[in-house]
Nanobody, 124 residues
Framework: QLQLVESGGGLVQPGGSLRLSCAASVFPLDRFAIGWFRQAPGKEREGVSCISSSGGSTKYADSVKGRFTISRDNAKNTAYLQMNTLKPEDTAVYYC?????????????????WGQGTQVTVSS
């Protein structure tokens, strides 16, 4: 079974940047599309972005378009989420998860092999 581990979260001021990583083990990452999701306290888990297995297709939530960039390096078995111009409303636990493709994104129930999540806090 695909195993994913997120890293790269932290505390950042508004307008700052962070890069999250999603590292895969057990199975090669290039078999899977990777979705990034986030969940803030008291809110539903929401889709942030998705990238196809080859990296040739990406999707973004409207709230992060133009600020976040998803990418992957299959040789390193790692996917990334570059987050720029962060806002307080981006504060959440961020998760990555796998799926055969991004067709069902942002519906998180279609994704599996969830990581443990990494906390992102945007605050001055």
């Amino acid at each position: 079974q695909l195993q994913l581990v997120e890293s790269g979260g932290g505390l950042v001021q508004p307008g700052g940047s962070l890069r999250l990583s999603c590292a895969a083990s057990v199975f090669p990452l290039d078999r899977f599309a990777i979705g990034w999701f986030r969940q803030a306290p008291g809110k539903e888990r929401e889709g942030v972005s998705c990238i196809s297995s080859s990296g040739g297709s990406t999707k973004y939530a409207d709230s992060v378009k133009g600020r976040f960039t998803i990418s992957r390096d299959n040789a390193k078995n790692t996917a990334y989420l570059q987050m720029n111009t962060l806002k307080p409303e981006d504060t959440a636990v961020y998760y990555c998860a796998g799926a055969p493709d991004c067709r069902m994104w942002p519906h998180y129930v279609s994704f599996g092999s969830w990581g443990q999540g990494t906390q992102v806090t945007v605050s001055s």
